[in-house]
Every structure is written in C-alpha cells, then in structure tokens.
C-alpha cells in the first residue's frame, strides 16, 4: 500500500480466513473497516467490537489494536490521509455502515489511484458520514483495566463456556469474591453476571453468522438450552437471535 500522506484515501479489499488473527499494532493514520461478509472482533487495550455485516469500525492514528477474525471475512479497509481524524472519536468507534457509507468505499476501491479529485470528494463525503453517526455500543464488550480484572476477562472471553463461580475466579487472579465483583463494577459498568452474560451473547454473534444451529451456540456458549440462550440474547440484543439474523442480512440502513 502507498503512503495515504499522498492521497485523501485509499482503500484495499480484504479477505480473510477463519481464525486469522492480526497481532497487535498501530496506524499513522486513520483507518475505517467496513464489513461485506463474516465478522471482525476488533481488541483495544479496554475492551472489543464486534462488527458484523453492515457495520464498520473507526480506528483513529495511534490506537493499539488487534483484529480477529472467528468466520470467513471480508470487509474493505479505508485509510486515510493524516488530518482526516479531526472532528471523529479519537477512540476506536462502532458505526452502522449506512447504504451511502458502504457504496462510497466500494467507490473508493474501484477509483484509480490517480483519481485525486474524485478520491478527495469521496473522503470528503465519508468524513462526513462519520461525523453524523450515532455509534454503536450493543456490540461493544469492555474488560477495563486493571491486570486482575483483564486475566478473568481474558479467560473467559477465550472460553465463554466456562462456568466458574465469582469465588473460583477470583482464586485464580489472587483476589478476593468481593475485590474482583468491584472490579467488575467500577471497570466495566456491569455486575460479573451481567458482563459474562453480555460477552456470551456477544461472542454468540460470530457462530450465529458463521450458520452454526442455535442450539449448538446456546451450549458452546455455556447455556443449558436454547431456550434460557434465546432469553438472554433477546434481553442483550432486543430482538431473539432468528430474528437478528434475518435483519442483519437484510438490513434497512438507507
């Protein structure tokens, strides 16, 4: 890829592999990753993003981050020319990737690279689209900060189905039940029970996607039946699961 110091915006179409798994790193400059198919978990230092067909994911210069990928994916990366981050989140961000959002990175793409009017517009145009989105945080799963709190969330965001009790866990971060619950607390917003709720329904998505049934996830997640899962996806996502997969693929985002 050519240095994006010289053109407002370039953009490279992605695929990639189940279990692809792209270390650690930063950018120069911004970057949006909008995704056609499959799913792309996004790692911060505070947390992870799930985007799914019809989603993207700002990522502004500097942040440290590293991108998963659970299903066959693909997705369009865009990056942008240094500057182009004024006025967004200097925070990695969830965005709904609008009708007019994804065709102008699809434009972006099929525009030579000598297109410097026309890719100036067309960054101009997405610049905008950015600043006028409202972003998303259903898909969002923070881990905080602190190092005993990120070994649990880790742990478990590697094994949802891990069924440890608060008391278990906290043994293994060398903790007490009530430390480790208010680690949970002031660091991510949610009582234990909720956050390892919130990340099963959340890690659920990419399997959901991926086509695997709805009673198979519901027990690789850790739940007893389908039934008890499609409860807690519903109360997460607010919709239950069958129903969220025929809006995410046939999504209504003009």
Known sequence: MSDPASVAVEASDMAHLRGDDVTFHRHLHGQLSVTLAGTLRLQTESGWWLATPGNGIWVPPGELHRALYT??????????????????????????????????????????RGAGEQLELIAQLIHFQLRKQVLKTDLFVPEGNDKRLKQITGLLREAPACNKTLEQLASLAFTSPRTLARLFENETGMSFTRWRERMRVISSVEKLIGGEPITRVAYDMGYQSASSFTTAFTRIIGMPPGRYLKETFTPDKS
Do not use: D, Y
Not at 77 to 99: D, K
């Open 71 to 112: 299903e066959r994916s693909r997705l369009i990366n865009l990056r942008f020319r240094q500057g182009f981050e004024q006025q967004l989140p200097q925070h990695c961000s969830l965005i709904v990737a609008s009708n007019l959002l994804t065709e102008l990175a699809k434009e972006a793409l099929a525009v030579q």
